[in-house]
């Protein structure tokens, strides 16, 4: 736990004979230094905006540290500030988003999400295509949901309809043939 006397760090079990917590005394350090934290995390990122979230972030991850075992937390403090802004600013180079408009940039992107007409006519035809498919003998049926909703390979389909692999490729390209000769004649 920390006391603090005219700028110097001292760690201590108790202040003035009562035992604080070292949430309370943590508390305490940011709100005793948050002014300057400010103006070293201005110097750092250069946007007041940009400091206020520094500020926030390196007071995250301190919360996190056993600050028993830090000698002088308003130091290790702005290390975690240093550390934050440089890791910032090679990730802003990396990925070139520095004074990027993203406004302007994300209505230049055309939208992919499909129209409600083509949501329909997708779910018409998957509608069609299953009716083909329950349409057909028993065992191509079966056979073809195996193998395309289930997962299932050849043989584990051969095994299960009691047929002979090289069949069982054989209805389900049979059955496939069929679907797309009624697709390609709008059946």
């Known amino acids: 736990m920390w006391l603090y006397e ?23 350090l940011y709100q005793e230094h948050r002014k300057a934290f400010l ?22 991850l301190f919360e996190q540290q056993n ?5 002088a937390p308003v130091h290790y403090f702005k290390t975690i500030m240093r550390n934050l802004c440089r890791f910032s600013y090679r990730r802003q180079k990396l990925e070139k ?17 499909p129209s409600p007409e083509q949501v329909a006519d997708a779910r ?26 289930e997962g299932l390979k050849l043989r584990e389909i051969a095994a299960e309809l009691n047929i002979s692999v090289s069949f069982a490729q054989s209805l389900i390209a049979d059955g496939i043939e069929a679907c797309t000769n009624a697709r390609a004649t709008g059946e």
């Open 6 to 28: 005219n700028n110097s760090h001292i760690a201590e079990r108790k202040v003035g004979g009562f035992a604080l917590s070292t949430r309370k005394l943590s508390l305490r």
């Open 124 to 149: 018409w035809q998957v509608s069609k295509l299953l009716d083909q498919i329950e349409a057909m003998p028993a065992r191509q049926t079966a056979a073809i949901k195996m193998y395309y909703f």
């Open 39 to 60: 103006v070293y995390a201005n110097r750092l990122t250069g946007d007041h905006a940009e400091a206020e979230d520094l500020v926030q972030e390196a007071w995250v």
């Open 97 to 113: 988003t520095k004074d990027t408009d993203f406004d302007n940039a994300s209505r230049m992107i055309a939208d992919l999400a």
């Open 67 to 71: 600050k028993i075992e830090i000698s």
